[in-house]
């Protein structure tokens, strides 16, 4: 039964613990690395935003240059010329004028100004050519370019077999607002992209995609993926978010974010597999660290609560037989510690009782021997009553009362003392006691004082201990007014007072030392003149206990020993 407590309470203490913590720290752990990562993903697709949104604010920048140049606003506003060097001058220097190195460079696909009012510029596509804008008209890019007053139309252009990301504009004279003279398109291959985000690091798994806002593919990491964002609708509510979906049957975090200043969205694909991964490795070796860890303490839980139970169990086995009465069961085995100091107490305690046993029989023996001596001098008392009796019948018969009363006093006091060694008796009995005492001292003292009780009926049937009054009314007659020269008065009161019984003996004789009584009462002497008082105030304590006792006061010139004992019937 020990040994499975044992194991019961090291379960609770420790291994019940220790699984709570590796849960817990998994737990919080794999929280904390999937949010770690999560913020990984939200900063590389930031990144990635930064290289595009500077790659379109450089197509921004190149179209707004070429919209403002110089030359194409001071030929395209000129009125239309029928002559072919006229035009071919106008649209060679326009070409001439927005060529510049510094704005154009290699990752521009195309640069086209489609000239409004110019029906004979050329009609020919030409990469970096100025033409008439006849040959767009139609086209759809060209009308919501028209559409939007000047503002930018973000596009792709499939043509030739190549996606182009392209931006086009609608520009107006300089010098008249109202006036539009050319749309200004530029062009960038959407495999620019791949360049642009050469630097991200995605994982193997993770990819990214540009969608325009109609929910189109511009650009994927593979050619063969057929992603559509279109049915994600809440993408377009917000300029950057993330949520979890299934692609392909596989759980992905997708996170999103807008792309300055076109308004496409960069979508970042990023598997929990591969986002799981890194927070399951760490998550597993918690759990083997956890586990070696529980299938050790089981083991060392068994261990300790072996070596433990069983000595105690052999101690419990041995104290088994002492109750069937072998007594020689004495443990030989020796043990370090609380196990050795039990069985060396164990040992100990059989030897005691061994000796205990041999002194209680020959106390027994004695004790028969007492009982056969107290026998024969229970003849002293009886032959000590007989002859008290004698001397009270001898008072009667020659007319002497005093000697009659005096002498059953004293009978009845020898009575009380010795009255079958009972050591407790009621209040009523030792007052009874207290005024034959008193009468023999009145006798003594020739009626010097007088002695007045003021006691509650209800107190008499409670028991007290004896011989506890009568020291302390000697007390008060032979140091309060045995010199007294005046008429001696001593009132004995007994009430009740919150659950005890207190008795005082007060006096109007000689005050007493308080300082040498209290001195007395807190530290016991061998005086023989104060023994009385010391006796009575150890026995209360010592019966009762601590909080009860004998006390001394000085009121008025009046000793008052005030007694305080429990009430019990």
Same mark, same amino acid.
């Given at each position: ?145 028209? $559409? +939007? =007053?000047? !503002?930018?139309?973000?596009?792709? &252009?499939? #043509?030739?077999?190549?996606?182009? @990301? /392209? ?106 597999? $591969? +986002? =799981?991964? !890194?927070?399951?490795?760490?998550? &597993?070796? #918690?759990?083997?660290?956890?586990? @070696? /860890? ?110 009659? !009363? ?6 009845? #006091? ?125 026995? #209360? ?29």
């Amino acid at each position: 039964m020990l040994y499975k407590k044992l194991i019961f309470s090291y379960i609770l203490i420790i291994i019940i613990p220790l699984i709570a913590v590796g849960i817990v720290i998994s737990t919080v752990t794999f929280k904390y690395l999937n949010e770690e990562m999560k913020q990984t993903a939200f900063q590389t697709l930031n990144q990635a935003n930064k290289n595009l949104s500077k790659m379109f604010d450089n197509m921004k920048n190149a179209l707004l240059y070429i919209s403002m140049n110089r030359e194409l606003q001071h030929n395209l506003s000129l009125e239309e010329s029928v002559s072919t060097f006229q035009i071919n001058r106008e649209v060679t220097s326009v070409r001439n004028g927005i060529l510049y190195p510094g704005i154009f460079n290699d990752n521009y696909s195309s640069v086209e100004i489609f000239a409004l009012n110019k029906e004979y510029y050329p009609l020919r596509l030409e990469r970096n050519n100025v033409m008439s804008a006849k040959i767009v008209v139609n086209q759809d890019w060209f009308k919501k370019t028209v $559409e +939007l =007053n000047g !503002k930018l139309y973000w596009y792709v &252009n499939r #043509i030739y077999g190549e996606n182009l @990301i /392209s931006v086009s504009r609608l520009v107006y004279d300089v010098k008249n607002f109202k006036k539009p003279i050319a749309v200004v398109s530029v062009d960038v291959e959407v495999s620019k992209i791949d360049t642009v985000l050469s630097d991200i690091k995605l994982g193997k798994n993770n990819k990214i995609y540009l969608i325009d806002d109609k929910g189109e593919l511009v650009y994927s990491q593979e050619e063969d993926e057929n992603f559509r964002i279109s049915p994600l609708k809440d993408v377009y509510k917000n300029n950057s978010g993330f949520r979890f979906i299934k692609l392909n049957g596989k759980q992905v975090m997708l996170v999103y974010n807008t792309i300055s200043p076109s308004g496409w969205k960069l979508v970042g694909v990023f598997s929990l597999e $591969e +986002l =799981n991964e !890194k927070a399951n490795r760490l998550k &597993n070796f #918690i759990q083997l660290v956890a586990f @070696i /860890s529980l299938f050790s303490a089981i083991l060392l839980s068994l261990y300790f609560s072996y070596t433990i139970s069983q000595p105690i169990i052999r101690l419990s086995n041995r104290m088994k037989e002492i109750e069937k009465g072998n007594l020689d069961m004495e443990i030989d085995e020796k043990w370090n510690g609380e196990i050795g100091v039990l069985y060396a107490s164990f040992n100990y305690m059989i030897r005691r009782i061994k000796e205990l046993i041999q002194e209680v029989y020959l106390s027994k023996l004695r004790e028969k021997e007492a009982e056969l001596k107290a026998l024969q001098a229970q003849i002293n008392p009886h032959f000590l009553y007989n002859t008290l009796d004698s001397i009270n019948w001898l008072a009667v018969i020659n007319g002497i009362p005093e000697i009659s !009363k005096i002498t059953n006093a004293l009978a009845s #006091i020898l009575r009380y003392s010795i009255d079958k060694g009972n050591s407790v008796t009621t209040i009523e009995n030792e007052l009874k006691y207290v005024k034959d005492y008193i009468t023999i001292q009145k006798m003594r003292f020739k009626d010097r004082f007088e002695v007045y009780f003021d006691i509650e009926e209800e107190i008499l049937s409670y028991k007290i201990i004896k011989l506890i009054l009568q020291p302390i009314v000697e007390n008060a007659i032979v140091h309060g007014l045995e010199d007294y020269e005046g008429k001696g008065e001593i009132l004995i009161k007994g009430y009740f007072e919150d659950g005890t019984v207190v008795f005082e003996i007060a006096n109007n004789g000689k005050p007493i030392d308080l300082d040498f009584v209290n001195k007395l009462l807190s530290s016991p002497t061998n005086d023989e003149k104060s023994y009385g008082i010391q006796n009575v105030n150890e026995r #209360i304590k010592l019966y009762y206990g601590s909080e009860y006792g004998l006390f001394y006061e000085v009121k008025e010139g009046v000793t008052i020993a005030r007694i305080k004992i429990p009430a019990v019937k």
